[in-house]
């Protein structure tokens, strides 16, 4: 059974229709056949004298009738819920016309004041089913009419009975026409309806799937939504919040993202590429930020969203950068100036020496050649620091292991005169190979193992392991997996200031460092296409991390 075409009825931001569907027609046609059966029985028992008992009969049976296939027809589509096909349709239409043509033949034919109830079921049909069907209606209409006149009342078949027809085809026409064209715009509206629909439902599940916070608030700061990833980003649940203002606990949570939707409500500025931060779980992120404000009309009160992201890689990576450039610029000037000062230097340690040893000094002249000569050794074991930092070079990258590499340099630093008796440094973990140069590796692990060493002193506990990371993004932009070595000591860690900088050139924290330790491990791990971060460990110390790539 083919269902009739609808005029929906939108929600959203669709208004609602103000003509009324397939339902609402009908409803009004059950409600109008029931009226009119009843007000007609009634009328002829109470208030017209000398009606037949047989037209009385027959005026209440149809009352019945309408009772009975009116309430039937509203079960089918009002409880049942089942749509109205064009079939339906016609058995109303049919119903109606005998109700009709029962009522006009009681109340004196051609005579008869209900004769405009025939236009009203044309129109109804109209509306309801195509105009080749309501002309078929129409044509039935027609038929019974003229039938009832012609039979019941033959001495009124005149020119007026022809006019009457033409009444009835002229409204089906025009009727059927504004019938199509209701139509057409319903099926228009139901279009857009889907399409808002569509769009409505795929701006939700972007919104949950984005990795970006979207959160909105009205003119009094209350919270109006809030995807998944802002509640993780600010580690609140969304529902506890709705309906009622946000700002204090956002101002807590992130002072730049409360600060920039209430300057955006204020103001009505859209603000974008700020950066702030918000303290989650203890961690500070760093986050970036577009506020813009919801035009809308006046008299209504406005609202603020704000987007934003956890940009603290991306923070990161660009530090990575600006330092891997800064070593970049030292190097080049660590090996020119190396080059030229550690030939002379060994000229003058070679002279001095010699100097020494034609004549017999006196006791302030030995006291000052081994002054000199000390003072030599210092500053050319100085430049070979300066060349190795600037030699940092990966010539033929082949698979290394990583837990071997790791195993030889704690086995190397446990020998060290910094390791004592109660240093403890132990190794776990196991990864894949990952392709680079051994020795640098090697000399990049006793790095940052005499460090963690170097750097607790007394009884210290270093732990090295050896873990893989699935997703790592390197500098060069590339996302893989990845190799790692993270190294944590339970020393009494670094200064914040300290840390900013701990991978620049003649950043030292003991005495008589040189501070170019951790910048070879920061350019062997650049030059080897890794990352390496430095953390505050929890409860005290330092985690140094290194992530490598990992061949396919």
Not at 23 to 34: A, E, P
Not at 404 to 420: C, K, N
Not at 500 to 518: E, H, K, M, N, T
Not at 543 to 550: A, D, K, M, R, S
Request: hydrophobic share 50%.
């Amino acid at each position: 059974m083919r269902q009739l075409g609808t005029v929906p009825r939108p929600g959203g931001s669709l208004a609602e229709s103000p003509i009324p569907g397939p339902l609402g027609i009908l409803q009004w046609v059950y409600v109008g056949r029931i009226v009119l059966s009843l007000v007609v029985f009634f009328a002829a028992a109470f208030y017209f004298s000398a009606v037949p008992p047989g037209v009385l009969i027959t005026l209440a049976l149809a009352a019945l009738a309408s009772l009975v296939a009116s309430g039937a027809s509203a079960f089918y589509t009002h409880v049942a819920r089942r749509p109205p096909g064009a079939t339906f349709v016609y058995a109303q239409a049919l119903f109606d016309l005998v109700l009709v043509t029962t009522v006009t033949h009681l109340t004196g034919g051609p005579d008869s004041e209900f004769i405009p109830l025939y236009i009203l079921v044309i129109a109804v049909s109209a509306v309801l089913l195509p105009l080749w069907s309501a002309l078929l209606v129409t044509f039935l209409a027609s038929a019974l009419f003229v039938a009832d006149v012609v039979v019941a009342f033959p001495h009124r078949a005149d020119v007026t009975l022809g006019m009457q027809i033409a009444v009835f085809l002229a409204v089906a026409v025009a009727t059927g026409w504004i019938g199509s064209r209701v139509r057409l715009m319903g099926q228009e509206r139901a279009v857009l309806q889907r399409e808002v629909r569509r769009l409505r439902l795929e701006a939700q599940d972007i919104l949950r799937t984005i990795g970006s916070g979207v959160i909105t608030v009205d003119a009094d700061g209350a919270l109006l939504y809030a995807n998944p990833a802002a509640e993780e980003l600010l580690g609140f649940a969304a529902t506890e919040y709705l309906g009622r203002s946000v700002m204090a606990d956002l101002a807590r949570w992130s002072p730049e993202l409360a600060q920039g939707l209430a300057g955006t409500l204020q103001h009505g500025v859209r603000r974008q590429r700020l950066e702030g931060t918000a303290a989650v779980d203890g961690r500070s992120l760093t986050i970036g930020m577009t506020t813009t404000r919801l035009d809308v009309p006046e008299g209504e009160r406005p609202s603020a969203t704000a987007i934003f992201t956890d940009i603290s890689d991306q923070k990161r990576l660009e530090e990575l950068k600006v330092r891997t450039e800064r070593l970049e610029a030292v190097a080049e000037l660590a090996a020119s100036l190396a080059h030229e000062i550690k030939n002379p230097l060994a000229s003058i340690r070679s002279s001095v020496e010699q100097l020494t040893r034609l004549a017999s000094p006196g006791e302030d002249e030995a006291v000052l050649g081994r002054l000199v000569l000390r003072e030599s050794d210092r500053l050319s074991r100085l430049l070979s620091e300066f060349l190795e930092f600037a030699r940092v070079r990966v010539a033929v990258p082949l698979p290394v292991d990583l837990r071997q590499i790791t195993e030889a340099a704690a086995s190397l630093v446990r020998r060290h005169p910094a390791a004592t008796t109660e240093t403890e440094i132990v190794v776990t973990g196991s990864c894949r190979p990952v392709n680079g140069d051994e020795d640098l590796l090697h000399r990049l692990v006793v790095n940052l193992v005499l460090n963690a060493v170097q750097a607790a002193g007394g009884r210290v506990r270093v732990s090295a392991e050896i873990l893989e990371q699935a997703d790592v993004e390197f500098p060069s932009g590339v996302r893989g997996a990845a190799a790692g070595l993270r190294i944590q000591d339970n020393g009494p860690g670094l200064p914040t200031d300290v840390r900013d900088r701990i991978f620049q050139p003649f950043v030292s924290r003991r005495p008589g460092g040189v501070g170019l330790g951790l910048a070879v491990v920061h350019r062997t791990v650049e030059a080897h296409g890794g990352v390496v971060h430095v953390d505050a460990a929890p409860g005290g110390g330092t985690i140094f991390t290194v992530f490598l790539p990992v061949p396919a």
